[in-house]
Nanobody, 118 residues
C-alpha cells in the first residue's frame, strides 16, 4: 500500500514562509492526484490544494489562492507546498493525501503541524 510522509512543518511568525514536502513510498505508479488538506483546532477539515501528477494542473482552495503554490517532482515521488505570507489562520495540522483510479483520496499521511503566531 502507498505510504505518504509529510515534513517541513514548524512554528513561524505571521508573514513568514514554509515549504512542506510529501513523499510517497516506492510503489506509487497508479497514483495520479496528490494534495493537501488541513485541520485547525475546532474546525472541520479544509481542502488546501491538489495537483495532477500527469499534467501538472493545480487547484487551490479559496483561502490560500495567491499565497500557496503546489509543485511536483515525479522522479522523487514528492510534492511540495510552498506557503507564503502565512497568517495565524493558516495554523493547523497539514495532511497529505493521494488518489488512485477509482478511489478518491485513498491514501493519507500522518500530518505535520504548522503554527503561525501573530
Amino acid at each position: 500500500q502507498v505510504q505518504l510522509v509529510e515534513s517541513g512543518g514548524g512554528w513561524v511568525q505571521a508573514g513568514s514562509s514554509l515549504r512542506l514536502s510529501c513523499t510517497a513510498s516506492e510503489r506509487t505508479s497508479s497514483v495520479y492526484l496528490m494534495g493537501w488538506f488541513r485541520q485547525a483546532p475546532g474546525k472541520e477539515r479544509e481542502f488546501v490544494a491538489r495537483i495532477n501528477l500527469n499534467n501538472g494542473i493545480t487547484y487551490y482552495g479559496d483561502s490560500v489562492k495567491g499565497r500557496f503554490t503546489l509543485s511536483r517532482d515525479n522522479t522523487k515521488n514528492t510534492v511540495y507546498l510552498e506557503m507564503n505570507s502565512l497568517k495565524p489562520e493558516d495554523t493547523g495540522v497539514y495532511l497529505c493525501a493521494a488518489t488512485r483510479p477509482g478511489v478518491q483520496w485513498s491514501y493519507w499521511g500522518q500530518g505535520t503541524q504548522v503554527t503561525v503566531s501573530s
